[in-house]
């Protein structure tokens, strides 16, 4: 079955900066790459996806970029602001009925 | 739209006590995920539903764990009996969901459960 692998588990960086978190996937069959965002005391929300026959995407100050030859996937948010401060789970998907894989989680801390 | 309802969002038991945690999923989403969070092994697909039929339970760790659904807008996960070691959040979630996978998935608020 599929396995998705998530670094770093921790980052933080200044307000302003940049922060990459990457995923890397073992399914080849894999075709979908959901990033989900989760604040405290909640339940994780959809953020940014991206399909197979894409190699990047992008919204406002998050992009997603796919490389699917070395089979991992990357999410970039730059000008972070500390209401980015969260825990960013990455995801993959392929032709199991939908079945939703997620990496362990990135606790994003973005400092004033 | 409510999103996904999850209930109790917090649940405290005893060991052996059975628990039921409940989902309402969003009206129209015919699938219906169960995941478990813990720290030590993150989010885990526990069972997926498609149209109120289970579609895999291969993620559900042993036979004190069971999930049903018996109509579109509503799905149960029972422990019984419950161990400390099923201490975590529990997460419903649902999608229009396709058998070709692209499912996006709406995440309800969470129930954590602790066994004492």
């Known amino acids: 079955g599929e396995n998705v692998e998530q670094h770093p588990s921790t980052l933080s960086v200044q307000e302003g900066d940049s922060a990459v978190i990457k995923c890397t996937y073992s399914d080849s069959a894999s075709n979908y790459f959901p990033w989900y965002k989760q604040e405290l005391g909640k339940g994780p929300q959809l953020i940014i996806d991206i399909r197979s026959n894409v190699g990047e995407k992008k919204d406002q100050r998050i992009a997603v970029t796919l490389n699917k030859t070395a089979k991992h996937f990357s999410l970039h948010i730059t000008e972070t602001q500390p209401e980015d401060s969260a825990v960013y789970f990455c995801?993959?998907?392929?032709?199991?009925?939908?079945?939703?894989?997620f990496g362990q989680g990135t606790e994003l801390s973005v400092k004033p | 739209d409510a999103g996904v309802i999850q209930s109790p969002r917090h649940e405290v038991t005893e060991m052996g006590q059975e628990v039921t945690l409940r989902c309402k999923p969003i009206?129209?989403?015919?699938?219906l995920f169960w995941y478990r969070q813990t720290m030590m092994r993150g989010l885990e697909l526990l069972i997926y539903?498609?149209?109120?039929?289970?579609?895999?339970d291969s993620g559900m760790p042993e036979d004190r764990f069971s999930a049903k659904m018996p109509n579109a807008s509503f799905s149960t996960l029972k422990i019984q009996p419950s161990e400390p070691r099923d201490s975590a959040v529990y997460f419903c979630a649902s999608s229009k969901g396709r058998a070709s996978g692209a499912n996006v998935l709406t995440f309800g608020a969470g129930s954590r459960l602790t066994v004492l």
């Open positions: 995801a993959a998907s392929g032709n199991q009925g939908g079945k939703l894989i």
């Open positions: 539903f498609n149209n109120n039929v289970p579609i895999d």
């Open positions: 009206s129209g989403h015919n699938s």
